[in-house]
């Protein structure tokens, strides 16, 4: 079996390239400090980072649990970015207050608790929301005092590859000096050409997080991850939801044969999708909002109506204003900073994390950046796998992902087998009448090796670790499938899908 020797391969990894690191000429020196929480941010530090979302705050966090001296500047005046403050964590509170809602008007009879006059409290529910964002936002406020990380609230830009003006939101200005910087700024809501978003009629995702009250009719445009869960918010308080799309497919990274169900569940959920379809007008002189669409591919126009228009067509990397053109910090096509396999730009010194740089434009991959890049500012080894980054749309059911699809597979010309295993026939499921989706595994033929995991279940979010874990030390799906696994849990659905891969399931 693999897993016999997963630790000892891990540890000469390591141990490799930790040798390669100390033999490489890109080497850095400091003047390490501890005990640096008085000093100031116009003092030299070891660490600047402009950016305190989920990249810039965790590579603080580390950096000075590295003995590094550690100033944060971010320009919000709270902390967290736009996945806390915007993003991942309020859509996640909505989804799952309006999941509670669907679930008291449509489900609790299956289960015996008879209730009457269901009513949605949209304040009180927004409140929630609301109140989990102050909390969170507090609590890496007292992580950077605990850690001795010094914040700045204010607009940084570099005026050189040592020195980050800043804006402070007093409307103050002050330099702060760093041996090393590192842009953390994150990404904003790619604009639509020829739609404005005014965050009242048309709005970004942030808008739509905020909506003062329920629209009958909600048009999204953009079948992403971000579109589909707010889409899925609003639809179940009631919204009349249609998704316009451009491509001829919704979530176009997801594997095939799990985006059709996807899809299918969605519409069950009477999500309306308008597939190849690209919107070429926007109205909106009257009460509403006019859509004029025609084919992706051109033909005849049509027209479509809404109280409220979501564009959710994607983000793109902010950069500007923060000095890059001044100091010389090459770009590349799409307008992201070009960077090595240490996270530096051509610019010794400055360096880039997260959705600013190439990768998946996700806060745990942010995290992950942040760790990697200070570990290797402070001598250390740091690694960050693109190809191993979890994806999750967390609407209901779940769907999430790790490694290879079946057509990328099929591109590499990789022999291989899949096994599939039905959430209707694992009896955690069925025990709690919420047994819609499957687990499907992609591995190697010939050495049984994981290639990809994909799951479309409840909490597939969760259930996908266990995945990422395989992959992360190149488990075999024979691995997975003896290991043993607590019963009755949704994950045995995972153990099955396994022993199909390489053998054959016991429970279908």
């Given at each position: ?31 390490v400090?501890?005990?640096?929480a008085s ?66 008007k ?35 406020e007292?992580?950077f ?8 609230k ?111 569940s ?19 002189s ?19 109506e ?8 994607g ?91 079946e ?9 291989y ?17 919420n ?31 266990e ?30 899908a ?11």
């Amino acid at each position: 079996m693999a897993m016999a020797s997963l630790a000892r391969k891990k540890a000469l990894y390591f141990s490799s390239n930790l040798c390669k690191s100390s033999s490489s000429s890109f080497k850095y020196s400091f003047s390490v400090s501890r005990g640096f929480a008085s000093g100031s941010a116009s003092d030299e530090n070891d660490v600047v980072i402009i950016g305190g979302g989920p990249g810039g705050y965790v590579a603080a966090i580390k950096a000075a649990q590295l003995g590094l001296k550690t100033t944060c500047i971010e320009k919000r005046g709270a902390l967290g970015g736009t996945c806390l403050n915007v993003g991942c964590i309020p859509s996640k509170a909505l989804l799952h207050s309006s999941h509670m809602y669907h679930e008291a008007k449509h489900a609790f009879a299956n289960h015996g608790v008879k209730v009457s006059n269901v009513e949605v409290d949209l304040p009180a529910m927004l409140g929630q929301k609301d109140k989990a964002v102050s909390n969170l936002t507090r609590g890496i406020e007292g992580l950077f005092k605990k850690n001795k990380v010094t914040y700045v609230k204010g607009y940084g830009k570099l005026i050189s590859p040592s020195e980050v003006s800043v804006e402070t939101v007093e409307g103050e200005n002050t330099v702060v000096k760093g041996k090393n910087i590192i842009i953390a700024t994150g990404s904003d809501v790619k604009p639509l050409p020829g739609v404005t978003i005014d965050e009242k009629k048309i709005v970004s995702s942030t808008g739509a997080l905020s909506l003062s009250e329920i629209p009958k009719k909600l048009v999204v445009i953009g079948a992403g991850y971000i579109g589909l869960e707010l889409g899925s918010v609003w639809g179940r308080l009631g919204s009349e939801v249609t998704v316009v799309e451009f491509a001829s497919d919704i979530v176009p990274s997801m594997d095939g044969e799990i985006r059709k169900q996807f899809q299918r569940s969605l519409e069950k959920q009477k999500m309306k999708f308008m597939l190849k379809t690209k919107v070429v007008g926007v109205d909106t002189s009257g009460e509403g909002v006019k859509l004029t669409l025609e084919p992706s591919a051109g033909g005849d126009q049509t027209t479509l109506e809404a109280d409220v228009v979501l564009v959710s067509a994607g983000r793109a990397p902010f950069t500007a204003g923060l000095g890059l053109d001044e100091i010389g910090v090459e770009m590349d096509k799409m307008g992201r900073i070009s960077v090595n396999e240490r996270f530096g730009t051509n610019v010794p010194g400055v360096f880039a994390i997260g959705d600013v740089i190439p990768g998946p434009m996700l806060a745990h991959k942010a995290e992950e950046d942040g760790v990697a890049c200070v570990e290797y500012i402070a001598g250390k080894v740091g690694h960050v796998d693109y190809d191993l980054v979890p994806g999750v749309c967390y609407t209901h059911p779940e769907v999430a992902s790790i490694g290879k699809t079946e057509e990328q597979v099929k591109t590499m010309g990789v022999e291989y087998r899949v096994g599939k295993f039905p959430f209707m026939a694992n009896s955690r499921a069925k025990a709690i009448d919420n047994a819609e989706g499957l687990v499907k595994i992609i591995a190697e033929k010939e050495s049984d090796k994981i290639l990809g995991v994909h799951i479309m279940s409840p909490n597939a979010g969760e259930l996908i670790h266990e995945a990422v874990l395989a992959l992360q030390y190149g488990a075999s799906s024979e691995d997975i499938a003896r290991t043993c696994h607590a019963h009755p849990t949704m994950s045995e659905a995972l153990k099955e899908a396994a022993m199909a891969t390489y053998d054959k399931a016991i429970h279908i």
